[in-house]
């Protein structure tokens, strides 16, 4: 979204009409970029982005296999050689942390996709058709809030299996009331507005309206729940692996590293602890951006 | 107020209804056959149907349902497939340690976020707001089980000062009572016991109160900010007030009211961190057992733990907006509903 925001604020600039009012989102960058602490975590995630992908297509570019096993090393402590030392397989800790940058943004950002597509077409449609279609949707969005999101996604794991694509599907589903219920509170805020009375005055249908007219203006809260919605499904991630439910071995994900590292945390602790800073690290990063896009959004707050 | 509780409960019903279908279709639909997993790969064919029809797995979906169903109003959850003990006692069995832990954790959340939250709303920008926030953004971006590891490997690991794991001692674990350790030891007057359960339950709680204390220190420093300015706590400034007094009566009393709903909602949450810091510190708990349930294909006590759950969760909802409208005499029972 930032980099779209960027290249519109970019052709706004070469247009040569100074005049011309600059967009929310020209203003939203500005007001970002004033914020060191959401710069830092943007550029920390871009670089996080690039690991994922160079180590996708190149990953002869690591030091050491991130899967080949070798019991003679297991173990060892942190040095020069395995700056993060290895696991019990003798794998190296920082390659196989590296490689793990894939499982974690993909899961994170493709978990949200999920859930931000179907929880915003469910709560549009709740909120702007309202009636015995919103009591329906909304009843189930309560039926998947009654008990803790990741006891469900536990369990829709359990009964799927393992792998990346069932904890992206289990994730996603899990948090789609979430942005059902942001959509559908901010819908039914503009939905008397004047504009959509207008735009129903000269004869758009509701998905028209609905998505060309109402969608635009809820906008910002979605980027921001969005946002702040891939560190949640990190840590969902995490925490599946952790519990043994998550990807199929030998893939490198954090949650299942610290898993597989738990009986042994007296012995090897470092096992534990790095890929624990990963996730952390990754997660606050998404944090403090989703806050400063937040910040920025927010006239208020930045006159604060 | 009765007219409203009893709205609410009937408004629940459909919802704990929705949530049994919603479980009863992921653990009995869409889940693996049970019967290789409970008997083991090697069972004969012949005895996994034997084993399916006792337990009425080979009954239409809609029976097995309508079954689980009727269970559950005569209070009989069924029976573990492993343990063949209702499930109702094994879930009893296990509740109070959930509860004990949650409660602890909440209070620990509680009285740290509140506290760490109103002296940073009155220092602001000062060295320990800086550290209000820094613990806050660290609370909720660390996993709850990270954290609980990286405590028993200081804690017990590197210095041995506390437990890893268990709830307490088995030599001097309390019979009968509550269920809640801290509390028997007590009335019973065992100290040393006392002791030992309060051992055990430090690194537990504190792990699972962490992201719970970061939202209640960043709702209560962000509401205290807010109140803070406004005219009212000027005017009893400018009236000579001290300022202890102003901030506690004045602002703090206000800025209340949101802090409540949030600490009712992270205590229906920390349900969810309970799964996982019972299962890394060893907590005999409901959430350690779900866990272990599931990935033991146990149905019986999964649905069942799943409804306790659900109503507990809608019980801890219900109680939070009665005490949101105590507090807040705008609201009136009944009104705000539509």
Redo the contacts between chains.
Sequence with gaps: MIAVAKSKGAGSGSTATPTKPESLWDDVWYALRQNKAAMISLAFIVVLAIVAFVTAIAPGILPYDPYEQDLTQSFLAPSSAHWFGTDQNGRDMLCRILIGTQISLTVGISAVAISLTVGVALGAVAGYKGGRVDTVIM??M???L???????A???M????RGIDKAVIAIGLVSIPEYARIVRSQILAVKESDYVAAARVIGDSDATIIFRHILPNVMPSIIVRATLGI?SAI?DC??LG????GVQPPAAEW?DM?GRG?NY??TA?HA??F??LA???T??AF??LGDGIRDALDPKSRRR | MLKYVAKRALQAIPVLLGLSVVVFLIMRVFSPDPAPVVLGEHATREAMDAWRDAYGLNDPIVMQYLDFLLGILHGDLGESYYTHTPVMTEIMARFPATVELSVVAILVASVCGITLGVVAAVNKNSFIDGFATALSLAGVSMPIFWLGVMLIILFAGVWHVLPSGGRIDPLMAPRGGTGLFLVDTLVQGDLKAFADAARHIVLPALALSMYSMAIICRMTRSSMLETLGEDYVRTARAKGLPQGKVTRRHALRNAMLPVTTVIGLQFGSLLGGAMLTETVFAWPGIGKYVVDCILKSDFPVVQGAVMLIGIIFVVINLVVDLIYARLDPRITYGKEEG
């Design positions: 009843r189930c309560d039926i998947m009654a008990v803790p999101s990741i006891l469900l536990i369990a829709f359990a009964a799927l299996g560190s840590l995490a925490a952790f519990l043994g439910l949650g610290l738990r945390i007296f602790p534990m602890l890929p624990g996730i952390t690290l997660v606050l944090n403090l």
